[in-house]
């Protein structure tokens, strides 16, 4: 039996001493930095084009009301380009650069000069537009200069694609990212500051709207009766059972006076919460719905007074809404704490469907716990049940304030 030998080349050497196909010598991270200096070009030009064109036409028609429509809606595309040179660098160049944060106009309403302005202002897209200005002289440069070195300097070519993306990264990273949170916390916070005044106002306007059509009304009524009744007693006209049906419907209007001031004072902020706490004005307003209610508390302390109030004022609104648009048979009140978070959470029987939009002042409770960095979620399938939960930052009174009013809340449940 003979012995089969490997084969072998004409020139008697085995196949295993043949040489490796040739490769090009670049590794892939460099031919990635290679690609990303060629492409600078175009997308420079992309970018110069686009920022002088509508910087030009839209500061050109300033003088006209389509000018800084104009320019909002400009800075608006130039964030676009911005997030397509975060894909490019991201992809080509390893580098990792959060997207800056939207602005917050689509989360939250408001008026046409309220956007506008915020538009206007919008450092994202004067960053990016002052990126896309800089890059073409850069992007001319560095594509002739790779280029040329791919023919010219290629064994350097590695370490001249590092340093050149080396610019391109640090260019990404000082104009196209967000500094830190910093811009969205400022624009969310204008916004928001928007949303307490407008809310303030509309409260102002109702306290207004009851005190002239409720108790200022009863008031006038009142002195009129008496002027009447008066009149009567010096002209020497009185008639006894005249003047005393005279003063007992003065007496009425002035009990019908006094409650309705007792509803509008408990509206702007009821005594029961000051001196007792959420447990027991909860307590209250659940005794005043027209289903039975259950309330329970976990709380081991007291909140500041402005989270006890809007806490207060969302289940008090969120109740209302349960009496009048819910057909619910019963209904129940949670709140506890959960480390720095106040949550509170109602749920009722009802008939379900619910929505943000629905016109039942969901909307209004949404943006007014979304101005003290809240949440307002509801969960509402037609057919019911409907679950509201809100939550609320937590911070704790001074010892001064809190050391007399931290009673009355501890765990508390029943039938309102």
Not at 257 to 265: C, H, M, T, V, Y
Not at 347 to 361: K, V
Request: glycine residues 10%.
């Amino acid at each position: 039996m003979t012995e089969r030998l490997p084969a072998s080349s004409p020139s008697g050497e085995a196949d295993n001493n043949r040489l490796p196909p040739a490769r090009f010598a670049f590794p892939r991270h460099t031919w990635k930095e290679i690609a990303h200096l060629l492409a600078n070009l175009p997308m420079a030009l992309i970018g110069f084009v686009y920022t002088v064109t509508v910087l030009a036409t839209g500061i050109g028609l300033t003088v006209t009301v389509i000018g800084l429509p104009l320019l909002a809606v400009a800075l608006m595309g130039a964030r676009r380009l911005g997030r397509l040179e975060r894909a490019r660098a991201r992809a080509l160049l390893g580098v990792r650069v959060d997207e800056p944060s939207r602005l917050p106009w689509g989360r939250r309403g408001g008026g046409l000069f309220q956007r506008l302005w915020m538009g206007l202002k919008d450092p994202v897209g004067w960053r990016t537009m002052l990126y896309d200005f800089i890059r073409l002289p850069w992007g001319i440069f560095t594509f002739a200069f790779t280029l040329t070195s791919l023919f010219v300097l290629w064994p350097v070519l590695p370490l001249i694609a590092r340093g050149l993306t080396n610019v391109d990264r640090a260019m990404v990273r000082g104009l196209l990212s967000p500094s830190d949170e910093l811009e969205r916390r400022i624009a969310e916070l204008e916004s928001d500051r928007g949303v307490v005044v407008d809310t303030a106002a509309a409260d102002m306007r109702r306290i207004e709207r009851d005190l002239h059509d409720g108790a200022q009304a009863r008031l006038v009524n009142l002195a009129m009766g008496l002027g009447m009744a008066k009149e009567r007693l010096l002209e020497g006209q009185a008639d006894d059972k005249v003047v005393a049906a005279m003063v007992e419907e003065a007496h009425g209007e002035v009990k019908l006076a006094l409650q309705e001031l007792r509803d509008l004072a408990r509206g702007i902020h009821p005594a029961v919460l000051t001196d007792r706490g959420l447990d027991a004005a909860l307590s209250s307003v659940a005794s005043r719905c027209t289903v039975p209610v259950k309330v329970t508390a976990d709380l081991d302390a007291r909140p500041v007074a402005a989270i006890e109030g809007i806490a207060y004022f969302t289940v008090s609104e969120l109740l209302q809404n349960v009496s009048k648009h819910s057909g619910a048979k019963s209904a129940s009140v949670d709140v506890w704490r959960s480390d720095d978070r106040l949550l509170i959470q109602v749920w009722d029987d009802g008939r379900g469907g619910a929505r943000l939009d629905g016109g039942t002042g969901m909307r209004g409770l949404a943006d007014r716990l979304d101005a003290v960095d809240g949440l307002f979620v509801i969960d509402s399938p037609p057919g019911g049940p409907t679950v509201v939960t809100a939550e609320l930052p937590w911070r704790d009174r001074t010892e001064a304030s809190g050391a007399g009013g931290a009673g009355g809340q501890g765990r508390h449940g029943g039938k309102r």
